[in-house]
């Protein structure tokens, strides 16, 4: 039984080293599949993927209007259940038809709602509002009306107390794009590259049942090599 298992465990030593033998005799193959790769990656990230541009603007609301300096833990919660609300206010018809106006825009009210996000900041009473766009000016005025136009709706039909501004219409990543990300796309194209050259050649030679030293006959077929006859060309053969 032991020997069975040191017999499976030497055979398996010597596959990983004739595996990682073999593709160090083709590492310069690997290199320039994962250079090739690379670069597929980042032409496509850069010609191929259009950048899209983030904005986001972030609004304070609290429930009733206080003239206290401390904010009770109970008004925190209640701000946070009705921010749900509140998001779906933002949303509201008459908050996007006062958007299309403003800005002109020829599209539907569903459109415009698919091309703004809003959600709470972690679990507090801030909400934030953006749009992703490939035009940054554009995201930056959507976001701008939307917060322009939703306050006062929801100081109307919520009866907050207070709807404040908290950080202005700004572009994300300090006015770069936020997507694609061209480093991550092409890390994962050298990757790539690397890995499909590698199953290549290991493919390769998992088909390949051609013996071409004496040591494979003897691994394969365990009987010993009587003899060995060498292979000359006609042309040699001939002029000798």
């Known amino acids: 039984m032991n020997e069975n298992n040191n017999r499976n465990n030497e055979e398996y030593t010597i596959d ?12 310069v193959f690997i290199l320039i599949a994962a250079i090739i790769g690379g670069g597929l990656a980042y032409s496509v990230t850069r010609f191929l993927i259009p950048e899209r541009y983030r904005a986001t603007a972030t609004v304070i609301i609290n ?47 569903e459109e415009l709602k698919n091309s703004i996000q809003v959600g709470l900041v972690g679990e ?32 109307e039909k919520v009866e907050a107390g207070s709807v404040k501004d908290l950080n202005e219409p700004a ?8 997507s694609p990300n061209r480093k991550k796309n092409t890390a994962i194209g050298i990757l790539g590259g690397a ?7 290991i493919l390769r030679e998992m088909l390949d049942t051609k013996f071409k030293t004496e040591a494979d006959v003897t691994n394969t077929l365990g009987i010993p090599v009587l003899g060995v006859i060498p292979y000359v060309e006609g042309k040699e ?4």
Request: overall charge negative; proline content about 4%; glycine content about 0%.
């Open 237 to 240: 053969f001939a002029e000798k």
């Open 195 to 201: 890995v499909a050259a590698a199953a290549f050649i």
């Open 16 to 27: 990983l080293m004739m595996m990682f033998n073999l593709l160090k005799k083709h590492v």
């Open 124 to 155: 507090t009473q801030v909400v934030e509002i953006s749009c992703t766009s490939t035009n940054p000016e554009y995201a930056l005025n959507l976001v701008d009306k939307f917060v322009k136009y939703s306050k006062p709706v929801i100081l």
């Open 63 to 109: 429930n009733r209007a206080t003239d206290s300096q401390y904010i009770y833990p109970s008004e925190i919660q209640s701000s946070q259940d009705l921010a749900q609300l509140y998001s779906i206010i933002i949303k509201a018809d008459n908050v996007l038809e006062s958007v299309k106006k403003d800005l002109d825009l020829d599209i539907s009210n």
């Open 171 to 178: 572009l994300s990543n300090n006015g770069n794009p936020v």
